[in-house]
């Protein structure tokens, strides 16, 4: 009955972060609840949503639902973005500098070969 679950199988990056978002938080997040999720601060949050400068902060942003004063976040969207913004990476990690050859990685940071 839940129009808004994403369309993807269920052992998808987006299904799982849906499944776990939902049965968390609900299909609605907070602002505070998102930022909890990302990582982040409320006001951190609020000024990347407001710079709409990246494709994650364009996702969010489309994903906001406001109900009379209060805003909201769709669980779906919400995920469907964040598994959007993670790269494709089906564990999590970042691809290895032998198999992509488009970075390389030191000391657990990513640098941009010139």
């Known amino acids: 009955m ?16 849906y499944q776990y978002l939902l049965s ?7 602002l505070k609840h998102l930022a909890e999720v990302l990582h982040s601060t409320p006001n951190g949050l609020r000024m990347t ?3 709409r ?6 996702a969010l942003s489309r994903s906001r639902r ?12 919400v ?3 964040i598994a959007e913004a993670g790269g494709g990476a089906s564990d999590g990690q970042p691809p290895s500098s032998e198999t992509e ?11 941009e070969r010139l």
């Open 2 to 17: 839940n129009a808004r679950a994403p369309s993807q199988a269920s052992n998808s990056p987006s299904a799982s972060t």
């Open 66 to 77: 406001r109900l009379g004063r209060r805003v909201y976040f769709d669980a779906a969207l």
């Open 53 to 58: 400068r990246e494709p994650l902060s364009l």
């Open 24 to 30: 968390r938080y609900g299909p609605l997040l907070t």
């Open 101 to 111: 050859g488009t970075g390389e990685v030191s000391d657990g940071v990513w640098a």
């Open 49 to 51: 949503l407001a710079r």
């Open 79 to 81: 995920a469907k973005a």
